[in-house]
């Protein structure tokens, strides 16, 4: 079944007209049933079935039509397409890794090579067979909190939000979503500051936290529509998901989907009146997409976070490998990435904890 196309309206106004014109023309009018209790949040193990529900996808709020993409001008590198997309050139049953390294100081480590580097599916050693250390561009969705206990906070972390695309590659590809118990696809894809910034002020700040919905939907977005490779999430929040259709556990096999993104979070939750549970939450969002969680303890440390996002995704090694047991098998495979070189200590590879294999790349992505 396809994905439901929604399309969120901003005012009561825009509403009113639309049923009345539909009336008028004898269309019938369906409203999507929405459940009233928060879904239980489930922490356990990701099972090895593949998802089973059929994701949301965003469709754009009145005023944002969609964006004409920008075509990267170097058009002598080897990685881009016909239409001047910058993409790996991989096979079909390769599966893409990006990853980050720390040393025992939290260092990134950039130095390595491939040789360092070695990849465990299911604890099976996999042979790397394609090995990458540059800044690629991203196709980035920017998802900020709209609920009404964040009216306070959007103007800083509308500024962290740009800040974020200042420092990240020029030729990466974002788009805005803002959430609170509906979400609002307000700027498709493009990399005009100026768009994103019309799009972050969109502020409405009422209502719940439909996390979950917002980060499954995006997720579709960047599936269907990126044209890169690689892809981010990166989500602002200052509280607990209570209004979601979909449960964590839900939510992180959506984003487990192979060539899934990876997921950046920060959570603003001095005041929440469940940080444990909300931070437990986004914790696992990030960890198991191989992303990182931030909780700063105050609103100012939100922008050099965001630019500590931009450094991370900028300076990530791109391994690929065939999987020993082929992906047509499908199921659940997790992932370990070790690394180890002369003159480093210690050092952890961040990268996602599984995937479900078999699923479709996105639209944009390997050729």
């Known amino acids: 079944m396809p994905g439901r196309d929604i399309t969120r309206l901003r005012n009561r106004a825009a509403r009113v007209f639309l049923f ?165 696809l307000d700027q498709d894809f493009t990399n005009e500051l100026l768009k994103l910034k019309e799009a972050l002020e969109k502020i409405d700040a009422r209502g719940g936290t439909a996390l979950y919905d917002a980060l499954v939907a995006s997720a579709e977005h960047l599936k269907r529509n990126a044209r890169l490779e690689k892809k981010v999430l990166f989500v602002v929040t200052d509280g607990e998901d209570n209004a979601s259709n979909e449960n964590l556990e839900q939510a992180v096999k959506q984003l487990q989907e192979e060539n899934g993104p990876s997921v950046y979070a920060i959570g603003i939750l001095g005041s929440e009146e469940h940080p444990k549970r909300a931070k437990r939450a986004l914790e696992i969002l990030a960890q198991r997409t191989g992303g990182i969680a931030f909780f700063p303890k105050t609103l100012d440390e939100v922008d050099e976070i965001s630019r500590t996002v931009a450094r991370d995704i900028r300076n990530q090694y791109t391994i690929g490998y065939h999987p020993t047991n082929p992906r047509r098998n499908g199921g659940f495979r997790q992932i370990r990435v070790d690394a180890r070189a002369k003159g480093h200590g210690k050092m952890t590879v961040r990268t996602k904890s599984g995937y479900y294999a078999g699923a479709q790349p996105a639209a944009g992505g390997s050729k």
């Not at 209790?37 to 090895?48: E, I, R």
């Not at 058009?75 to 893409?96: A, I, P, S, Y």
């Not at 103007?155 to 962290?160: E, F, W």
């Open 20 to 184: 009345t014109l539909l009336m008028w023309a004898g269309v019938p009018w369906a409203t999507p049933a929405r459940s009233q209790t928060p879904a239980p949040q489930s922490q356990t193990q990701p099972s090895t079935t593949p998802p089973t529900t059929t994701p949301p996808t965003i469709a754009p709020a009145p005023g944002a039509a969609p964006e004409q993409k920008p075509e990267p001008k170097d058009d002598q590198n080897k990685n881009l397409n016909d239409q001047g997309v910058f993409v790996f050139r991989k096979d079909v049953d390769e599966v893409l890794l990006h990853a980050s390294v720390v040393d025992d100081k939290q260092h990134i480590v950039t130095t390595l090579d491939r040789n360092s580097f070695s990849v465990f599916e299911d604890g099976k050693p996999q042979n790397i067979i394609s090995f990458h250390h540059e800044d690629i561009p991203v196709s980035m969705g920017i998802i900020i909190d709209n609920s009404g206990s964040m009216r306070e906070k959007r103007n800083k972390v509308n500024q962290a939000a740009l800040n974020l695309v200042r420092s990240s590659n020029p030729k990466d590809e974002v788009f805005v979503v803002n959430f609170n118990d509906e979400y609002y």
